[in-house]
């Protein structure tokens, strides 16, 4: 690949884009639409005392959310739809090359896809300065985030080059990113409920005071004299098995954020931003059920049990989100290569009423 070429082929791809007034228009209502979305997360977020690090992951995962609607559409037909104006057989007879072309219009997509987020610059640091906003969590976020614009983008060039026809190259870009995005909790929901093991739990509760008094506790909670218990009973029923099945969300690209970002509690170990929510939920999936358990009321030692708090969940799980990326970066990287073989030149094969020029 050549730089120059490269660069040329991006060039004007953009060119091509900014020109339309419709991009101008998709921009201005993504802007708007942020402007509220701030306002409404200030506002949601009052109470907490910094409330920056929850209006700053709101905003990141808007324009996430963002990216994942459009980009396939602006990168799903960057080749075939060439192909079909008549306008990519000219390109190819010129010094550039197959990979020049695909990655130029991989890069012209990702830059496209990177509009989004400047649009979404000046909303997150306004976020940043309501405070509770760590200097880590803007960079790892910021990274993950136009790492994943290009990822997105990747995948929509790519099928472009696979697929002949510019409308089922754009459905299937938005199929794969739907299998990521949304694909990935729904199979892990129904593969995780199918697989299912035996809960017992042994349990007896105070029934009366032995003296027949009203109150059988004092007010440390300590008992007060003596209790009648009632007998142990045991109940069983099927647990669902989330513990074995949490790696199916790894993929998801916003689990990769949530999951990337550093997170911030407050003082009772909770979360107070999206992105520890999320985090909190996908960890918490690592952690197998208590298969056997004894609830024994009338225990001198009886303390109600606390679940852990989330600060508590995060410190003991694993992070995934590196294995997830590094399954998108594969994704991208083998259907990279599957459109340069169906693009490169001379074409050996091409498939029924394809059209050269």
Same mark, same amino acid.
């Given at each position: 690949?050549?730089?120059?070429?490269?660069?040329?082929?991006?060039?004007?791809?953009?060119?091509?884009?900014?020109?339309?007034? =419709?991009?101008? $228009?998709?921009?201005?209502?993504?802007?708007?639409?942020? $402007?509220? &979305?701030?306002?409404?997360?200030?506002?949601?977020?009052?109470?907490?005392?910094?409330?920056?690090?929850?209006?700053?992951?709101?905003? !990141?995962?808007?324009?996430?959310?963002?990216? $994942?609607? %459009?980009?396939?559409?602006?990168?799903?037909?960057?080749?075939?739809?060439?192909?079909?104006?008549?306008?990519?057989?000219?390109?190819?007879?010129?010094? #550039?090359?197959?990979?020049?072309?695909?990655?130029?219009?991989?890069?012209?997509?990702?830059?496209? *896809?990177?509009?989004?987020?400047? %649009?979404?610059?000046?909303?997150?640091?306004?976020?940043?300065?309501?405070?509770?906003?760590?200097?880590?969590? &803007?960079?790892?976020?910021?990274?993950?985030?136009?790492?994943?614009?290009?990822?997105? =983008?990747?995948? *929509?060039?790519?099928?472009?080059?696979?697929?002949?026809?510019?409308?089922?190259?754009?459905?299937?870009?938005?199929? &794969?990113? #739907?299998?990521?995005?949304?694909?990935?909790?729904?199979?892990?929901?129904?593969?995780?409920?199918?697989?299912?093991?035996?809960?017992?739990?042994?349990? +007896?509760?105070? /029934?009366?005071?032995?003296?027949?008094?009203?109150?059988?506790?004092?007010?440390?909670?300590?008992?007060? *004299?003596?209790? &009648?218990?009632?007998?142990? /009973?045991?109940?069983?029923?099927?647990?669902? +098995?989330?513990?074995? %099945?949490?790696?199916?969300?790894?993929?998801?690209?916003?689990?990769?954020?949530?999951?990337?970002?550093?997170?911030?509690?407050?003082?009772?170990?909770?979360?107070?931003?999206?992105?520890?929510?999320?985090?909190?939920?996908?960890?918490?999936?690592?952690?197998?059920?208590?298969?056997?358990?004894?609830?024994?009321?009338?225990?001198?030692?009886?303390?109600?049990?606390?679940?852990?708090?989330?600060?508590? !969940?995060?410190?003991?799980?694993?992070?995934?989100?590196?294995?997830?990326?590094?399954?998108?970066?594969?994704?991208?990287?083998?259907?990279?290569?599957?459109?340069?073989?169906?693009?490169?030149?001379?074409?050996?094969?091409?498939?029924?009423?394809? +059209?050269?020029?």
């Amino acid at each position: 690949m050549n730089l120059s070429r490269l660069w040329t082929i991006a060039r004007l791809e953009l060119t091509q884009r900014v020109r339309t007034v =419709s991009w101008y $228009v998709l921009l201005g209502i993504f802007a708007l639409l942020l $402007v509220g &979305v701030t306002a409404l997360s200030f506002l949601s977020y009052a109470p907490v005392e910094e409330r920056g690090a929850g209006v700053y992951s709101t905003v !990141v995962y808007i324009t996430l959310l963002l990216a $994942v609607l %459009v980009s396939p559409t602006l990168s799903g037909n960057s080749i075939n739809g060439d192909r079909d104006a008549a306008t990519l057989a000219p390109v190819q007879v010129t010094l #550039a090359s197959t990979g020049d072309i695909l990655f130029g219009k991989f890069l012209a997509a990702w830059i496209t *896809g990177l509009a989004f987020a400047a %649009v979404a610059a000046p909303f997150l640091i306004i976020a940043t300065l309501a405070g509770g906003v760590s200097a880590w969590m &803007v960079i790892i976020s910021v990274a993950i985030l136009v790492v994943q614009i290009g990822l997105i =983008s990747a995948i *929509g060039v790519a099928i472009s080059g696979i697929l002949p026809r510019p409308l089922f190259s754009v459905a299937a870009t938005y199929l &794969v990113v #739907a299998a990521l995005t949304v694909g990935t909790p729904i199979a892990f929901g129904l593969v995780g409920a199918s697989i299912t093991s035996e809960v017992t739990q042994t349990s +007896r509760y105070v /029934e009366r005071c032995a003296d027949n008094s009203d109150d059988c506790w004092g007010e440390d909670g300590s008992q007060v *004299g003596e209790w &009648v218990c009632s007998d142990w /009973e045991t109940y069983t029923w099927q647990q669902p +098995r989330f513990d074995r %099945v949490w790696w199916m969300l790894a993929p998801n690209p916003f689990v990769i954020l949530a999951d990337a970002t550093p997170v911030a509690f407050d003082r009772h170990g909770g979360t107070v931003d999206l992105f520890g929510a999320v985090k909190h939920g996908v960890r918490s999936a690592q952690l197998a059920p208590e298969l056997e358990s004894t609830w024994d009321e009338c225990a001198r030692d009886y303390r109600y049990s606390n679940a852990p708090s989330a600060e508590e !969940v995060i410190a003991q799980t694993v992070p995934s989100w590196f294995v997830g990326l590094g399954l998108q970066v594969l994704l991208a990287a083998g259907l990279l290569w599957w459109a340069w073989a169906r693009t490169r030149t001379p074409a050996r094969t091409l498939p029924t009423g394809t +059209r050269i020029a």
